[in-house]
């Protein structure tokens, strides 16, 4: 059985995270790939605790930080694992990057986060950063009829937009410029997708 191949696509609020992993998923299904997609924070009990909680109030840090590990541990036992070792590619819309990135804005230290994070999530094979100006994000937010919630702040969006360019260095990391069309992010998604998949088919 082929090792699974395991893609997380990261970013602020309005990149168009959610758009490009279900035309990345679609792409390489009709290339014959056995593709599972996936979001975070899921539909699981914790996951639906720290989403309402962006209408309803924000938990407190502490409790907000333990609510995605919660959810996080529960989705690599039940999906990501399980996935990647029968050889499907797992596409993630955000994973513990993100908890780097939007709960240091409330006073955690990113690395801590990801060491504790990584004690049991798996490293990605690409992490792409979807990158925009979080004015055009806002806009972008606007126009699809959401107004911004509580994760949604604009001082913060800057902040994790910094978290997530401070990955740039890191071997599995590719920043994807989002401000062209649909169809030019898309090409290059697919592009850089596909340099990956072929040098790891390589590596063997
Ligand atoms: N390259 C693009 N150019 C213009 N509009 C875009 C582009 N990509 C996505 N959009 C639009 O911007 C909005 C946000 O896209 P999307 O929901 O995919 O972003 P997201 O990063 O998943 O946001 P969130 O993290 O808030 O869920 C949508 O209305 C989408 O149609
Ligand atoms: C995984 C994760 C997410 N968040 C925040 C970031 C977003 O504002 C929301 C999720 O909303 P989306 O529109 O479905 O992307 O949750 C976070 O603060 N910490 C995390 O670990």
Redesign the pocket.
């Known amino acids: 059985m082929p090792d699974g191949f395991f893609i997380v696509i990261e970013?602020?609020?309005?990149?168009?995270?959610?758009?490009?992993?279900?035309r990345l998923g679609a792409w390489l299904t009709a290339q014959g790939r056995e593709v599972v997609l996936s979001r975070e924070p899921t539909a699981g009990p914790w996951g639906r605790k720290v989403r309402e909680s962006a209408a309803t109030g924000r938990l407190s840090p502490e409790e907000e930080l333990e609510y995605f590990l919660n959810d996080r541990r529960e989705h690599v036992e039940e999906l990501i694992r399980p996935s990647l070792a029968a050889g499907k590619v797992v596409i993630l819309?955000?994973y513990y990057f993100s908890t780097m990135a939007y709960q240091s804005s409330r006073g955690f230290d990113p690395q801590e986060i990801r060491k504790r994070n990584e004690l049991f999530a798996p490293v990605p094979d690409l992490l792409l950063v979807?990158d925009l100006d979080v004015d055009a994000?806002l806009l972008?937010?606007g126009?699809?009829?959401?107004v911004a919630n509580e994760f949604?702040k604009r001082e913060n969006l800057q902040h994790c937009r910094d978290v997530f360019l401070s990955l740039r260095e890191e071997p599995f990391v590719e920043v994807i410029p989002?401000?062209?069309?649909?169809d030019?992010?898309t090409e290059l998604v697919n592009q850089i997708v596909s340099t990956r998949l072929l040098e790891t088919r390589r590596q063997g």
């Open positions: 970013g602020i609020d309005g990149t168009g995270k959610s758009t490009q992993v279900a819309d955000r979807m994000a972008r937010i126009a699809r009829g959401d949604e989002c401000g062209g069309s649909l030019e992010v």
